[in-house]
């Protein structure tokens, strides 16, 4: 079946459309020709919940578009559990570069580099940024002695390791640092 608002395929079976969350009502006319209305004592029908709606979706776009103005930490794979140990290979996206960023919001030059990492995730698709916090909740410095820097050995940070597209580690460290500032020049960022 098509949803006749968001025009997405749906279930034949459905009473709602999973896309756009529109309650809606079939009606057989042929075979597998459905004809839908909204119920109007749905839920959904009335106009307060329209509101709601649209101001939730009006503020998660602009979380995805303007980001977090908290800055870097929440940005991180591992805001859960910061500075635990981390299994990257779960979080790898095929098909991409991976860049992985470790960092701690008490490194100035890891404050410095963020932004270029963000605009380099945003500018090409074939890569992706992830980040990850080295320091423990509590440690109010570059925490070295997490379990995180040292299962990957991190002497110094910012630290990168380049997985290339099907998910095999290509460069760390200095060798990983020089591939990401040959990219910064590349796309002229800066």
């Known amino acids: 079946m098509i949803c006749p608002h968001c025009r997405k395929d749906i279930p034949d079976n459905s009473v709602g459309c999973p896309k756009c969350g529109k309650i809606l009502r079939a009606t057989e006319t042929k075979g597998r020709d459905f004809q839908f209305k909204i119920k109007k004592d749905s839920p959904l029908g009335s106009k307060k919940a329209i509101y709601a709606l649209l101001a939730v979706g009006v503020i998660v776009i602009l979380w995805l578009f303007l980001g977090n103005p908290k800055g870097k930490q929440d940005e991180a794979i591992n805001t ?111």
């Open 80 to 190: 859960a559990t910061p500075g635990n140990r981390v299994d990257i290979e779960s979080y790898l996206l095929k098909g991409k570069m991976n860049i992985v960023d470790f960092y701690s919001d008490y490194c100035a030059p890891c404050r410095k580099i963020s932004p270029m990492l963000q605009k380099l995730d945003k500018k090409r698709e074939d890569i992706v940024v992830i980040t990850l916090d080295i320091n423990r909740p509590g440690i109010e410095k570059i925490d070295w002695g997490s379990p995180l820097a040292r299962q990957f050995n991190i002497k110094s940070i910012p630290f990168f390791m380049i997985y290339n597209r099907q998910g095999k580690l290509m460069n760390q460290g200095n060798g990983a640092f020089a591939v990401v500032t040959q990219l910064f020049a590349d796309e002229n960022i800066k």
